[in-house]
C-alpha cells in the first residue's frame, strides 16, 4: 500500500512508531496520539529532547540546543491537540532586547520588536536607512503571512504542482532573492544589512545563499516577540513529554532504532536492540540523512539512495562551549552575538571552502540575565557558540577542538570577559564529532539540510517518503526547515500527510 487509493476504506491505523524525540518528534507523537493512535516514541538517548537536551554539572544548568522561544501560536497548536494551552503548561517571559549585537569597531545594536526603539539606533548609523525600517517591514510582512497565517510551512511540498503554484507568489513577494539581497535592497549601512538578514543562520543557512522566504523571520518575532520560559528550553521539552505521557503515549529511552522493517514496500515498524517493535507507520525526526543511508536497506531505496544523500548540502555544524563561570558579566545580554570584521568571507570559508578559519563569529548564550536558577548565585551559564564547517571538512576535532577552545577563550577575554578562566567551574565541549555520535547527525550537520533554493519546499526531503508508504519524516531536515516553529510545522505537515493516507481518520484540528 504506497498510496491512499491503496488504503481499505474505513481502516485507520492502530499504531505508530515516532523515531526520535526533538521537538518535530514530541509535537508529532502528540497530534498522532490525540487522534487516538497509539504512539511509541523511541529515543536513543537518556532523555528525551534530540537537539533540545539539558546538561547540569556543578549546580550549573545548560540548554545544549535551541535557546529561544519564537511563534509561541504555534507551540499552543501543539498543546490544544493535548488538550491544553501552551499558557498552562509553562510560563513565558519576554526578553528585550532579543538580541544584543557587537559589531568589530565595537558598535553595537539592541535588536528588538520595537519599530521606535530600532529606527532610533538605526539614525546613529544612517538615518536613511531608519526612513526605510517600516518599508522592509511592510514588503516581509506578506511572506510572513504565507508561511504563518496561511499555512505554508504545515503543508506538505510532496507534490510539485504545489510547489508550481507558489512560484507566483514567490515572484510577486521577491522572495526569490536570497537574504542579504533582500535586505540590501532596503538598507545601506553594513550594520543593518547583517541585523535584518543574520537570521537564517539560525536554522544553518547562509544568508548570501538562503532565500528570502526565511526574511520572515524579522516580521515573525516582532509580530511574537522573542520568548523565555523559567528553567531554560529544556522545560518546554518535558511540557511536551508530559502532554504526550498524558495522552496515552508510551516512551522509550536507551532505545536506539537499529533499522526500519520494510515489507512489501512498506514501513512495518523498527528494529531496537531487544527486538521488533510493529507498527501500522513510522515517523521519523531522526536526520534525514541517517534516516534514509542507515536505517532503511539499499534494496528499499529506488530514489534516496546513498549517492543522492551524499549529493545533498547539509548545513554547517557548530562548536560548542559550556562554560559555569564564578561571576557575572553583565555587558552580555540573554542573547549576545559577538561578530568578527569578516562576514561573507567567513561564512565562505565555513560553508563552502569548508576550512577551519582564523577568525570567527559567536553567539553567547547567558541564561542567567533572565533566570538566577540556571547557576549558583552570583555566577553565570554560558553557552558559546561558533558556527563551523560540517564533517565534509576532514577537520580532525579530537586534535583541534582544545587549541580552538583556547583561541575562543582568548578571544573573549580580550573582548571583555575578564579573568573567565580563573572563575570557571565547568568547561564542557560539544563538537560536530558529537553532533554525529551523540545525534546521529548526518555530516555533523547542526540544522539538517541547508536551506537554499535548490533544497527549499519541494526539493528538500518530503515528509511523505518517496521510497516506503507509511513512513514519513518531521524535524529540521525536510519542510519547511530548522527552528522550533519550523519542526513543529513539519510535524503538521506530516499529520497532514497521514491523514490524506487513511482517509477515515478526520481532518479535525488541521
Given at each position: 500500500?504506497?498510496?491512499?487509493t491503496e488504503q481499505?476504506?474505513?481502516?485507520v491505523?492502530?499504531?505508530?512508531?515516532v523515531?526520535?524525540?526533538?521537538?518535530?518528534?514530541?509535537?508529532?507523537?502528540?497530534?498522532?496520539?490525540?487522534?487516538g493512535?497509539?504512539?511509541?516514541?523511541?529515543?536513543?538517548r537518556?532523555k528525551v529532547g534530540?537537539?533540545?537536551?539539558?546538561?547540569?554539572e556543578g549546580?550549573?544548568?545548560?540548554?545544549?540546543?535551541?535557546s529561544?522561544?519564537?511563534?509561541?501560536?504555534?507551540l499552543?497548536?501543539?498543546?490544544a491537540?493535548?488538550g491544553t494551552?501552551?499558557s498552562?503548561?509553562?510560563?513565558l517571559?519576554?526578553?528585550?532586547?532579543?538580541?544584543?549585537?557587537?559589531?568589530?569597531?565595537?558598535?553595537?545594536f539592541?535588536?528588538n520588536g520595537s519599530?521606535e526603539?530600532?529606527k532610533?539606533q538605526?539614525?546613529q548609523?544612517?538615518?536613511a536607512d531608519a526612513?526605510r525600517?517600516?518599508d522592509?517591514?511592510?514588503?516581509v510582512?506578506?511572506i510572513y503571512?504565507?508561511?504563518i497565517?496561511k499555512?505554508l510551512?504545515?503543508?506538505?511540498f510532496?507534490?510539485?504542482w504545489?510547489?508550481i503554484?507558489?512560484?507566483?507568489?514567490v515572484?510577486?513577494?521577491?522572495?526569490?532573492r536570497?537574504?542579504?539581497q533582500f535586505?540590501?535592497k532596503y538598507?545601506k549601512?553594513?550594520?543593518?544589512?547583517?541585523?535584518?538578514s543574520?537570521?537564517?543562520?539560525?536554522i544553518?543557512g547562509?544568508?548570501?545563499?538562503?532565500?528570502?522566504?526565511?526574511?520572515?523571520?524579522?516580521?515573525?518575532e516582532?509580530a511574537?516577540?522573542?520568548?523565555?520560559?523559567?528553567?531554560?528550553?529544556?522545560?518546554?521539552?518535558?511540557?511536551?513529554e508530559?502532554?504526550?505521557?498524558?495522552l496515552?503515549?508510551?516512551?522509550?529511552?536507551?532505545?536506539?532504532?537499529t533499522?526500519i522493517?520494510?515489507?512489501?514496500g512498506r514501513?512495518?515498524?523498527?528494529?531496537i536492540?531487544e527486538?521488533?517493535?510493529?507498527?501500522?507507520l513510522?515517523?521519523?525526526?531522526?536526520d534525514?540523512?541517517?534516516t534514509?543511508?542507515?536505517?532503511i536497506a539499499?534494496e528499499?531505496?529506488r530514489?534516496?539512495t546513498?549517492?543522492?544523500?551524499?549529493?545533498?548540502?547539509f548545513?554547517?555544524s557548530?562548536?560548542?562551549i559550556?562554560?559555569?563561570?564564578?561571576?557575572?558579566?553583565?555587558e552580555?545580554?540573554?542573547h549576545t552575538?559577538?561578530?568578527?570584521?569578516?562576514?561573507k568571507d567567513?561564512?565562505?570559508?565555513i560553508?563552502?571552502?569548508?576550512i577551519?578559519?582564523?577568525d570567527?563569529?559567536?553567539?553567547?548564550?547567558?541564561?542567567?540575565?533572565?533566570?538566577?536558577?540556571?547557576a549558583?548565585?552570583?555566577?553565570?551559564?554560558?553557552?558559546v557558540?561558533v558556527?563551523v564547517?560540517?564533517?565534509?571538512?576532514?577537520?580532525?576535532w579530537?586534535t583541534q577542538?582544545?587549541?580552538?577552545?583556547?583561541k575562543?577563550?582568548?578571544?573573549?577575554?580580550?573582548?571583555g570577559?575578564?579573568d573567565?578562566?580563573?572563575?570557571?567551574?565547568v568547561?564542557?565541549?560539544?563538537?560536530?564529532?558529537?553532533?554525529?555520535?551523540?545525534?546521529?547527525?548526518?555530516?555533523?550537520?547542526?540544522?539538517?539540510?541547508?536551506?537554499?533554493l535548490?533544497?527549499?519546499?519541494?526539493?528538500r526531503?518530503?515528509?511523505?517518503?518517496e521510497?516506503?508508504?507509511?513512513l514519513?519524516?518531521?524535524g529540521?531536515?525536510?519542510h519547511?526547515g530548522?527552528?522550533?516553529?519550523?519542526?513543529?510545522?513539519?510535524a503538521?505537515?506530516?499529520?497532514?500527510?497521514?491523514?490524506?493516507?487513511w482517509?477515515?481518520?478526520?481532518?479535525?484540528?488541521l
Open positions: 500500500m504506497n498510496s491512499v481499505k476504506k474505513g481502516a491505523p492502530r499504531t505508530a512508531i523515531i526520535g524525540s526533538g521537538f518535530g518528534g514530541l509535537s508529532a507523537a502528540i497530534r498522532l496520539q490525540s487522534r493512535i497509539q504512539v511509541t516514541l523511541v529515543e536513543q537518556e534530540g537537539r533540545a537536551y539539558q546538561m547540569k549546580g550549573y544548568t545548560f540548554d545544549m540546543g535551541p529561544l522561544i519564537t511563534a509561541p501560536q504555534i499552543d497548536k501543539v498543546f491537540c493535548a494551552s501552551l498552562a503548561a509553562l510560563p517571559l519576554p526578553l528585550d532586547p532579543f538580541y544584543r549585537v557587537f559589531f568589530h569597531d565595537h558598535s553595537r539592541e535588536y519599530p526603539g530600532m532610533a538605526m539614525r548609523y544612517n538615518a526612513d525600517y517600516d522592509f517591514m511592510k514588503a510582512a506578506p503571512a504565507e508561511v497565517e499555512g510551512g504545515s503543508r506538505s510532496g507534490n510539485p504545489t510547489m503554484r507558489f512560484i507566483p507568489t515572484i510577486r513577494l521577491g522572495a526569490w536570497t537574504a542579504t535586505a540590501n538598507f549601512d553594513w550594520r543593518h544589512r547583517f541585523v535584518f543574520f537570521h537564517s543562520l539560525y544553518g547562509n544568508p548570501f545563499h538562503c532565500p528570502a522566504i526565511y526574511q520572515m523571520i524579522p516580521f515573525l516582532r511574537q516577540g522573542v520568548w523565555y520560559t523559567p528553567g531554560g528550553m529544556y522545560s518546554l521539552t518535558r511540557a511536551l508530559k502532554a504526550f505521557i498524558g496515552g503515549g508510551v516512551v522509550r529511552t536507551s532505545t536506539p532504532v533499522r522493517r520494510v515489507e512489501g514501513a512495518t515498524g523498527v528494529e536492540p527486538g521488533f517493535l510493529p507498527a501500522d513510522v515517523v521519523s525526526n531522526a534525514v540523512g541517517f534514509y543511508a542507515k536505517l539499499p528499499h531505496r530514489k534516496w546513498d549517492a543522492k544523500v551524499n549529493r545533498q548540502e548545513t554547517m557548530c562548536f560548542l559550556f562554560l559555569g563561570v564564578k561571576k557575572r558579566y553583565p552580555l545580554a540573554h552575538l559577538i561578530l568578527a570584521e569578516r562576514y567567513l561564512l565562505k570559508d560553508f563552502k571552502n569548508k577551519l578559519p582564523g570567527f563569529s559567536m553567539y553567547v548564550h547567558a541564561p542567567t540575565r533572565t533566570d538566577d536558577t540556571m549558583p548565585p552570583g555566577c553565570e551559564s554560558l553557552m557558540l558556527p564547517a560540517n564533517q565534509a571538512s576532514g577537520i580532525d579530537k577542538a582544545q587549541p580552538y577552545a583556547d575562543i577563550l582568548d578571544f573573549l577575554e580580550q573582548w570577559l575578564t573567565l578562566r580563573e572563575n570557571l567551574e568547561f564542557k565541549l560539544f563538537t560536530p564529532d558529537d553532533f554525529e555520535s551523540e545525534l546521529s547527525a548526518w555530516r555533523g550537520n547542526a540544522f539538517g539540510i541547508e536551506p537554499r535548490s533544497q527549499t519546499g519541494y526539493f526531503p518530503h515528509n511523505r517518503s521510497d516506503l508508504a507509511g514519513y519524516f518531521t529540521a531536515g525536510t519547511p530548522a527552528g522550533v516553529p519550523g519542526v513543529m510545522l513539519s503538521e505537515a506530516a499529520e497532514r500527510c497521514i491523514v490524506e493516507d482517509p477515515a481518520l478526520t481532518k479535525k484540528g
